[in-house]
């Protein structure tokens, strides 16, 4: 069975609306989640690394202000998009690595599809 | 510099044929990992296969098995007896060091033909 949900699996909001992204480890504690997003027939870009208790880290050329992250707890990381716009429209994907365990194991959602009208 | 690169956008195989998937990498540091990834049209990231930089054999796991060359820095994925539900996306990644995050290559398109 999954051993990582995300929610909401697909979403569509207007253009200037805020929408948030969950990652949930099921399975598993993590102080390590990625948030990876995805166009249409292209590969996965990472956006940033997600750590518990404190500010997540972001690639360069990611803006920080526009996509939130917040790790709160062991088992959750959510990605908010802030004043979406169409551009932003893509496919969004987390991966968790357990805190215990070989560090070669991640696991991935099943990802969020996000269009903006 | 590119750090994965899989030169085949899309490749056609008969079903039960084996059908081999490129991948090279560019890292300077001794230690990483390479993995190959399965996304099929659900969009969903399916594990496939994992081979460490000290790994002496190269990795195996049913039908896919993964040749290893590291003087060449290839990682090919070889997926034997190929089935209908083989058709996907694949991806290899890889990840340096004691740095927990995959960069992935552009990926492969498979189809399998009955």
């Known amino acids: 069975g999954a051993v990582v949900s995300q929610h909401p699996s697909w979403v569509i909001c207007k253009s200037g609306t805020s929408v948030k992204i969950e990652c949930r480890s099921l399975?598993?504690?993590?102080?390590?989640m990625f948030w990876y997003r995805q166009f249409p027939k292209q590969s996965l870009m990472l956006m940033a690394t997600s750590n518990e208790g404190s500010k997540a880290t972001y690639e360069q050329g990611v803006e920080k202000d526009k996509f939130l992250i917040n790790h709160a707890s062991l088992t959750l990381s959510t990605l908010t998009v802030t004043s979406a716009h169409p551009e932003d429209s893509s496919f969004y994907i987390c991966s968790v690595r357990p805190l215990a365990g070989s560090t070669d194991t991640q696991y991935f959602g099943p990802g969020t599809r996000l269009t903006v009208l | 510099a590119q750090k994965i690169t899989q030169t085949q956008p899309g490749m056609f195989v008969q079903e039960k044929e084996a059908v081999t998937l490129d991948c090279t990498y560019d890292?300077?540091?001794?230690?990483?990992?390479l993995f190959w990834y399965k996304q099929p049209s659900s969009g969903e990231m399916i594990f496939l296969i994992y081979?460490?930089?000290?790994?002496?054999q190269n990795a195996t796991e049913g039908r896919y098995s993964l040749n290893f060359q590291k003087a060449r820095k290839s990682a090919n994925l070889v997926i034997s007896a190929s089935q209908l539900g083989d058709s996907a996306m694949y991806f290899c990644?890889?990840?340096?060091?004691?740095?927990?995050?995959?960069?992935f290559g552009a990926g492969t398109t498979v189809t399998v033909r009955a």
């Open positions: 399975d598993f504690q993590a102080t390590t």
């Open positions: 990644a890889m990840r340096e060091g004691n740095d927990y995050k995959l960069s």
């Open positions: 081979q460490g930089s000290y790994d002496q």
């Open positions: 890292t300077s540091d001794p230690s990483y990992g």
